[in-house]
């Protein structure tokens, strides 16, 4: 019986790897205990613990200058500055803002691109000077994502210096457009574009932390605005109303069913219309946010979504004996798609284990990131933190402790040089 168990196991193991190699993918982690004992990679690795003070400088003077969604170019420029001044490649800007800078290995390929977000939720005007109190520094972006910034460019400082020589190619790229209705602009132009079929495996650096980040919740945002005529209260009654319509539709959304696993969600978050409250207002708007991490859980509720507006709309008219008074239009604000990278692939073990070759913890979990492109794409990509631990995000009274913060700056390093083997 033990026989026969292990014989099918062993065929159940040749499925997996016949498989595997059908699909072109290696499930191995990269040799991360073996890249510690590389005299630069060492010496790169203990230049970065040491150059700590550096890499929150760095961070500091990355998040004083205001980087809003769409006005990233200052923040950009610097980053440029910096990438040429470290000696990477071909450093350039392309279409939409991403910097680009290229570390040449032994070949192209693989080619491994690590990435972290210039933009802030922050609107212009925001104060974002950075306080420090003891260990914390205190401001607007700190942690997300110029903590990534930071580690991006402690990463190229250390491994310039150590001369670390890879198989592979990296890029390092500043990228922009990962926040709110930044759409992920950037990496939707670094892989549809910029880098299109060059992007053998990405990483994105998002905030504090050591996590590996391997499933990407997707969303879909719109603006409905439903509109009618409008007139007077007393003396144009009857006419079918927008916000009757609204009124109607958010009420079919509180109802829709969705899977609790992968969990799926749906919210109204912003209402608005309307003039004085004796006019049939003429318009009324809503925003809607749905999510999941099963590409078609997702679909299922955008499709319900549209079903409720329609039906509501439809209803509106018809209890004012009208049709098509009241219409509704839908515009998609907000589209990232959902995905997932498998805990057996090769970059997510290969996370794991560079964590745990230096002696830290990272946990493996779900996030909305710049990965979830790449994602969706099948392309391999994880997101991690940089280190240290980050409150607020978002919020102004975002902070960062810089506690042992060279442990995520480390782990970058590590993850870096080991994502550029073969
Ligand atoms: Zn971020």
Not at 85 to 113: C, E, I, M, T, W
């Amino acid at each position: 019986m033990g026989r026969t168990a292990s014989i099918i196991g062993l065929c159940v193991i040749c499925a997996i790897c016949a498989l595997a190699a059908q699909a072109g993918r290696d499930t191995s982690p990269a040799p991360v205990a073996e890249l510690l004992q590389n005299a630069a990679v060492k010496a790169a690795l203990a230049a970065a613990k040491e150059s700590e003070p550096q890499t929150i400088a760095d961070q500091i003077r990355f998040c004083e200058i205001p980087a809003p969604e769409f006005k990233e170019e200052v923040r950009g420029a610097e980053l440029k500055r910096v990438f040429q001044s470290l000696g990477l490649q071909n450093v350039r800007v392309d279409k939409v803002g991403n910097v680009l800078g290229d570390y040449p290995g032994a070949s192209p390929r693989p080619h491994f691109v690590i990435a972290a977000h210039l933009d802030t939720v922050f609107p212009e005007a925001t104060d974002v000077r950075v306080k420090r109190e003891g260990a914390v520094l205190r401001g607007p972006g700190i942690g997300d994502d110029c903590r990534g910034l930071a580690v991006l460019v402690a990463i190229v400082r250390e491994m310039k210096k150590a001369n670390v020589q890879t198989p592979g190619s990296i890029t390092f790229v500043a990228n922009v457009g990962e926040e709110g209705l930044g759409d992920l602009r950037g990496v939707k132009q670094l892989f549809n574009e910029t880098l299109k079929d060059q992007i053998d495996r990405f990483v994105s650096i998002d905030g504090t932390g050591i996590h590996v980040t391997n499933v990407a919740v997707g969303s879909h945002r719109y603006r409905v605005t439903f509109k009618g005529p409008g007139g007077h209260s007393f003396g144009a009654f009857g006419l079918a109303n927008p916000i009757g319509a609204m009124g109607r539709a958010i009420a079919k959304i509180g109802e829709m069913q969705v899977p609790k696993q992968p969990k799926t969600t749906f919210n109204v978050g912003r209402v608005g219309g309307g003039t004085s409250v004796n006019s049939i207002p003429f318009e009324g708007w809503m925003e809607v946010d749905m999510r999941s991490s099963d590409p078609a859980a997702l679909a299922a509720v955008d499709a319900n979504f549209q079903k409720a507006v329609d039906a509501a709309v439809v209803e509106e008219n018809q209890r004012w004996g009208h049709t098509n008074m009241v219409a509704a239009v839908k515009e998609l604000v907000g589209d990232r798609p959902a995905g997932s990278t498998p805990e057996s692939s090769a970059i997510v073990r290969t996370g794991l284990a560079a964590a745990t070759v230096l002696g830290f913890n990272a946990n493996v979990g779900e996030g909305s990131t710049d990965s979830n492109l790449p994602m969706s794409l099948k392309i391999p990509a994880i997101t991690i933190g940089g280190g240290g631990r980050g409150t607020d995000a978002h919020a102004l009274t975002e902070s960062f402790d810089t506690t042992d913060a060279w442990k995520g700056t480390q782990y970058a390093l590590l993850l870096t040089v080991a994502l550029a083997q073969r």
